[in-house]
Structures are given as structure tokens and as C-alpha cells.
């Protein structure tokens, strides 16, 4: 099993503006494994559909797909920084078998270099694994379990498609507890079709009983080609309106606040010191690799999105490893890079530095940006206020002033007020 590097060295200032965060080397990596029993009825992602029984060693599919994602890995230029962020995304990465999970992180350790303390995280669902499978994957190096519970009601389960029942999630997170895993996460899925107000509650309480260092909210979204697309209608019978999706959203910040969970992101709750680190990296908008069928990566201030069907990925790593790892990417330009970030940082709730924004754009979009928010300040729904600095922060001065979507109605009305800000800036968003 692995025994990652273990580099010293300080946090990195990644300089003081977005351009040159945006080049520095990554030093988080997403890892896409495309792999799940059935299709959940919401999901539209890269997915192949595997059964229940054909999965890890069963499944050739799994073997040829680990075989090509550790090609990719060891086919991209690596930069002069160790990972200090791993992230099994999916799909149900829970389906590798212990050694396919081992064989990725070896392969990220002695190409990249991974420190000792990386926070290194997996996405498990309920039914996916035993005690046996648990210990690999925490003796392979997983520090942290991201734990896809979505509702504790079995009929709502069923409706979503899910693989899994209530019963299947206890029985999970038993086996996290009684292994002594700390660092859990659950997510959970409010808007669901036939979902009452009560059943939310019930859901809400029940994570909370189980006491894990983590949750994150999704509301669902009706996305084109689903099969609750074939069979619904956004915002009608049988999803909850959207008066009720609003008082979900409330009722979760009265419940998980009242908790001791402090929400650090628009839909993510964490107790002190367990915010997801890897997750982090995204809403700060720094750079991070990206490996496997689907997965973005933002290297150098490019981004690339891999192909999406497993054919045309195998095609796409084929002609990567024949030309050494040479990456097509788009360059993101100066005004998509400030309205991402902006887009980005409005999503966590310590928002944005007053001083980084003024370094970071022109007077014009300066002046575009206070006018497009103003109704907003008076209204409630954005602040300003005095902070002390974050680690995050290049200002040498204590305090600051940020400005911020205000929590619970600034941030459910997040969409209205970033369109705002995009239609104002997008014709003149530009660096100094
Ligand atoms: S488990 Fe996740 S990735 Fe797989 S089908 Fe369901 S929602 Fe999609």
C-alpha cells in the first residue's frame, strides 16, 4: 500500500492576481470513474451502467478503463508540486475493488507526488462496499468519504432511481463509524418529485443523528435528457414548488447552523476545520488536473473537457500519450476568468476581498460591478462587511472588507444576482 512522499513545504502564495493563480501548478487532482449499478433518473453524467454483480475485478470494462486513466496520468507532464488534494469522483467509485483504487494512487504518488497530509476523498454509495473493501481503501490512502445518502425515505429513493435503501445507508455508515473514519460527508437531495416538507425535515434530522463532519445540499435540477425529463416538467406537480424548495433551503440553514455546521459554500456544511479542501481549490478558481472520461482539468489557465463516451475517450488518451501529453486546451480570456471568479467566489460565504477586485479588474468594470449590485446591497441580498484575513488572501493588511451574498436570501437568489452581474460585465470584464 502506499506511502506517499512526505514534502514539506510552506502554502504558496499563489500571486497577487487571478491571472497569475490561474497558471500556478495544480496541486489538487479529479479523478472520473464512470462506473454506476444503474441510472439514477436525475443524472446526466458520463456514466456506464454495470449492474449489480460486474464490477472492480469482475468487470473487464472497469480493468480497461483503470489501464487507460493510469496511461493518461502517466502521460501528463508533471509540474513542480506534489498533490495536496486527491478526488474519486463519479459514478460510484466505491465499485473499483481495492486494488484498481491502489493502482490509481500509486500511479498519482510516484508521478506527481502526493504530501503526507493530502486530503485524499471518495465518493461511496450505500451498498457498495463491505468492511473488507473499507479497510483497502483507507489503508490505500483515502482520508475522507463523501457518502451519497439523498434521502431517508425508501419510497423517495425509489422514485430517483437509486440503487440503494435507508437500510442500505445505516448499514454504510456503520461500517465508517465502527472503521473510525472521521472525515464523512453526506449528501443529500432536497425538490425531489412527491418530496413533502415533513419528509425533508425527517431526512435533515436523520443525518444529523448520524453526526457527520460534513453535508452538502443539492437541490435537484431538471436536466435535459434524464428520465424525470421524459416525464416532468420543471417546477410542476410532482416537484415541490417553489415556494416550499425555498423554505427547504431555509429550514436546512436554521437546522444545520443550529447544529454547529457552519455552511462555507452555497450548498456544503462543514464543522470547524472539515470543509472539503479539494472542493475549495474549485470555488477559489486555482488550477487542478483532471483524469478519466469526462473530467475537466484547468492547467496553465487552460481548461479541457475529455470526451464523454468511453470509444472516444480511449481514442482521445491513444493520440495523448502518442504526442506526450500535449493538451489542446481553450485559453480562458481575461473576462471569462473574472466573470468565473466571481461566479465562483459569490458561491462561498466568506465572498470576495474588496481590495483583490479592485487589483484585479479595470475602473470600468469596477464601476459596472457596483452598479449591477447596488439593488442588492439595499435589498438584503449582498453585503459588505470587515473580516479578518483568510489563508486565502494575499493582503498583507488584518482586516478587510469583503463583500458577500448574505445567508440563507442572498444565496437562494444567487442565480438572478449573477446573471445581473454577468449581463452588466460580460461586454467590458477585463484585466488591468
Ligand atoms: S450514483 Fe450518482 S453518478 Fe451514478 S447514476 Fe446515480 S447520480 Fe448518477
Do not use: M
Given at each position: 500500500m502506499l506511502n506517499f512522499s512526505r514534502t514539506v513545504y510552506d502554502t504558496v502564495k499563489a500571486g497577487d492576481n487571478w491571472r497569475q493563480i490561474a497558471v500556478t501548478p495544480p496541486v489538487s487532482a479529479y479523478v472520473h470513474v464512470p462506473f454506476c449499478r444503474r441510472r439514477c433518473f436525475y443524472c446526466d453524467f458520463p456514466i456506464s451502467v454495470v449492474g449489480d454483480r460486474k464490477?472492480?475485478?469482475?468487470?473487464?470494462?472497469?480493468?480497461?478503463?483503470?489501464?487507460?486513466?493510469?496511461?493518461?496520468?502517466?502521460?501528463?507532464?508533471?509540474r513542480d508540486r506534489p498533490?495536496?488534494?486527491?478526488?474519486?469522483?463519479?459514478?460510484?467509485?466505491?465499485?473499483?475493488?481495492?486494488?484498481?483504487?491502489?493502482?490509481?494512487?500509486?500511479t498519482l504518488d510516484r508521478h506527481f507526488g502526493i504530501v503526507g497530509d493530502a486530503e485524499i476523498s471518495i465518493e461511496m454509495d450505500p451498498g457498495t462496499f463491505d468492511r473488507a473493501k473499507l479497510r483497502g481503501f483507507l489503508q490505500a490512502g483515502i482520508t475522507r468519504v463523501s457518502f451519497g445518502a439523498q434521502a431517508f425515505q425508501d419510497e423517495l429513493l425509489q422514485y430517483c432511481g437509486r440503487s440503494h435503501s435507508v437500510a442500505d445507508i445505516y448499514a454504510a455508515f456503520n461500517l465508517l463509524d465502527t472503521e473510525g473514519v472521521a472525515n464523512v460527508s453526506f449528501d443529500l437531495m432536497s425538490g425531489l418529485p412527491h418530496q413533502t416538507p415533513q419528509q425533508w425535515e425527517d431526512s435533515l434530522d436523520a443525518a444529523l443523528k448520524l453526526n457527520p463532519a460534513h453535508?452538502?445540499?443539492?437541490?435537484?435540477?431538471?436536466?435535459?435528457?434524464?428520465?424525470?425529463?421524459?416525464?416532468?416538467k420543471p417546477d410542476a406537480e410532482p416537484f415541490p414548488d417553489s415556494e416550499t424548495a425555498a423554505n427547504f433551503y431555509r429550514l436546512a440553514q436554521q437546522r444545520l447552523t443550529a447544529a454547529g455546521y457552519g455552511r462555507y459554500e452555497i450548498s456544503n456544511y462543514a464543522k470547524p476545520g472539515f470543509e472539503c479542501r479539494h472542493n475549495l481549490t474549485y470555488w477559489f478558481d486555482r488550477p487542478y488536473y483532471g483524469f478519466g472520461l469526462g473530467a475537466t482539468s484547468y492547467v496553465g489557465g487552460q481548461r479541457f473537457a475529455r470526451p464523454r463516451t468511453r470509444k472516444d475517450y480511449a481514442d482521445w488518451v491513444e493520440r495523448y500519450v502518442n504526442?506526450?501529453?500535449e493538451i489542446e486546451g481553450e485559453r480562458v480570456s481575461d473576462s471569462d476568468l473574472i466573470l468565473e471568479t466571481l461566479m465562483l467566489r459569490f458561491r462561498l460565504a466568506e465572498g470576495?476581498?474588496?481590495?483583490?477586485?479592485?487589483?484585479?479588474?479595470?475602473?470600468e468594470t469596477l464601476k459596472r460591478f457596483w452598479q449591477a449590485i447596488d439593488p442588492y446591497l439595499n435589498c438584503g441580498w449582498m453585503e459588505v462587511y470587515t473580516a479578518e484575513n483568510s489563508s486565502e488572501d494575499v493582503s498583507n493588511d488584518k482586516e478587510h472588507r469583503r463583500i458577500r451574498l448574505t445567508d440563507p436570501e442572498g444565496f437562494l437568489f444567487?442565480?438572478?444576482?449573477?446573471?445581473?452581474?454577468?449581463?452588466?460585465?460580460?461586454?467590458?470584464?477585463?484585466?488591468?
Open positions: 464490477h472492480g475485478e469482475n468487470s473487464l470494462t472497469v480493468q480497461s478503463y483503470v489501464k487507460r486513466l493510469c496511461a493518461e496520468i502517466q502521460a501528463t507532464p508533471p498533490l495536496e488534494t486527491v478526488f474519486f469522483g463519479g459514478g460510484t467509485p466505491s465499485l473499483l475493488s481495492v486494488s484498481q483504487l491502489d493502482r490509481i494512487l500509486t453535508l452538502s445540499l443539492y437541490d435537484l435540477i431538471l436536466e435535459p435528457g434524464t428520465v424525470f425529463d421524459r416525464f416532468y504526442s506526450g501529453g470576495l476581498a474588496i481590495d483583490e477586485l479592485q487589483r484585479n479588474v479595470t475602473e444567487s442565480n438572478v444576482i449573477l446573471a445581473k452581474l454577468f449581463d452588466k460585465l460580460e461586454s467590458v470584464a477585463e484585466l488591468p
